[in-house]
């Protein structure tokens, strides 16, 4: 029997692509072996399940397998690309939010605060996403850290063998059972009584230091890193 999902839906359409990517996600990685970077430094915070990941558009699909049932809130994009993406995730047991900083973004924005605090969730978020530009912060997960205040925990993810496609985010599909690196980067916390100028100065540092461990984890098996 069909539910309705997080978006309203209750085409069947949607729900088959929801488990036929799920399926997909599990199999690229079910014989993969996968080496951490600086996961000791976090793990108390991970434990805590108060904070939100933050990664790069082009890095989801390892993530997504390897926090699988994290429950996490999910901001996901209202466009057709979105709903697949929605469809998955849910799968994978997260609550997903729709919106963008085009459309419905504060209120999504919101939403995913009070899903945050009232259900003691872990927050996600795509700060490139949806449609870029690639690499660059923008302000929706450094307002979502300050209002719920819980502290960013930058991702990066790289796999040996891989394909990376000609879009605008140059999207990293990885072979089935290839070697992976996950990195973690170093917290970025942001106070509730800020300013203007510290919130630039904190899309800045996450924007710094995703580049970096993401760099750190394409250099892990001699690959370039494209910015």
């Known amino acids: 029997m069909l539910r309705k999902n997080d978006t309203g839906s209750t085409d069947p359409k949607w729900w088959l692509i929801g488990w036929a990517g799920s399926l997909f ?3 690229l990685f079910l014989f993969s072996k996968v080496h951490t ?4 430094a976090v793990a108390d915070l991970v434990r805590s399940r108060r904070f939100i990941f933050a990664f790069w558009h082009s890095r989801i699909l390892l993530l997504c397998y ?6 996490a809130s999910i901001m996901v994009s209202n466009s057709g690309d979105g709903e697949i993406i929605a469809q998955v995730l849910q ?4 609550k997903t939010v729709r919106g963008s900083t085009g459309k419905r973004g504060m209120r999504a924005l919101i939403e995913q605060i009070d899903d945050m605090r009232k259900n003691t969730r872990p927050g996600v978020v795509i700060p490139d996403g949806p449609q870029g530009p690639r690499h660059k912060v923008q302000r929706g997960v450094v307002l979502l850290a300050q209002k719920t205040g819980v502290p960013i925990i930058p991702l990066a993810y790289s796999a040996k063998r891989r394909k990376v496609f000609n879009s605008w985010d140059r999207f990293l599909l990885p072979f089935p059972g290839s070697k992976g690196v996950v990195v973690y980067g170093r917290p970025i916390e942001v106070k509730p009584d800020v300013g203007e100028e510290a919130i630039h100065k904190a899309m800045t540092a996450l ?5 970096r461990i993401t760099r750190q984890a394409d250099h892990y098996f001699g690959h370039n890193f494209d910015s």
């Open 37 to 40: 970077i600086g996961h000791e």
């Open 91 to 94: 799968r994978h047991g997260h």
């Open 25 to 27: 996600i599990d199999f």
């Open 207 to 211: 924007e710094v230091e995703l580049n």
């Open 66 to 71: 390897r926090y699988k049932k994290l429950n």
